[in-house]
Each structure stands twice: as C-alpha cells, then as structure tokens.
Nanobody
Framework: QVQLVESGGGLVQPGGSLRLSCVASGSIFSVNAMGWYRQAPGKQRELVAAFTGGGRTNYADSVKDRFTIYRDNAKNTVSLQMNSLKPEDTAVYYC???????????????WGKGTLVTVSS
C-alpha cells in the first residue's frame, strides 16, 4: 500500500505565500507522474501543477507565473510554492502520484487526503 501525506495548508491573506509539501511512502518501486490538484467548493477537481513521468511540468493557466512545483525523486516528495495568492485559489489541495509497485506491471494512482488553503483578508 502507498500513502501520500500533505502538509502546509492554512489561512493566508491575498498576496501572501504558502508552500505545500507531499511525501509518498509505502510499497514504492518508483513514481511516475506526481503533482497537485485542487477542488474548490461546488467545483470539480482540477490540475494545479504536476510533473509528468518524463519530467516535464504542467501548470494550470490560472497559476502560471505564481506557483512553482518542485520534486525530489530520491525522497518521493513534491512541493508547491504558491506566491501572490488570490481568494480564487481557496480550495482543498490534493497530492497525486502514479506509483509503480513490485509485481504490478502498470502505475497506480494514489491520492492524499487533502490540505485546505484559504486565501482571505
């Protein structure tokens, strides 16, 4: 089994910054794609930023130039530095990883439980 644990959410004023972190642990042979998604109240879950299995990064248009994703493959961690936060960034942020496990010939998607980010004055 694989666990993803997020940390770093909280309340921040508009224009402020937060850094989210996620660590994957458990029966991991390797990790393909890894990244962050978010879900605001009444909306569908959407991609925020992610590394593809090939190491490229994808960002939602709404966060480009404000958010930066980092990854440490040796530690199976991914972080999201969020700057110039806006009220519309308020959401539960979820970590996602596509994990290769021993004995399974394909990657399996895992999700963290989420961490709440609230941007408000």
């Amino acid at each position: 089994q694989v666990q993803l644990v997020e940390s770093g959410g909280g309340l921040v004023q508009p224009g402020g910054s937060l850094r989210l972190s996620c660590v994957a642990s458990g029966s991991i042979f390797s990790v393909n794609a890894m990244g962050w998604y978010r879900q605001a109240p009444g909306k569908q879950r959407e991609l925020v930023a992610a590394f593809t299995g090939g190491g490229r990064t994808n960002y939602a248009d709404s966060v480009k130039d404000r958010f930066t994703i980092y990854r440490d493959n040796a530690k199976n961690t991914v972080s999201l530095q969020m700057n110039s936060l806006k009220p519309e960034d308020t959401a539960v942020y979820y970590c996602n990883a596509n994990v290769i496990q021993a004995g399974i010939p394909y990657g399996v998607d895992y999700w963290g439980k989420g961490t709440l980010v609230t941007v408000s004055s």
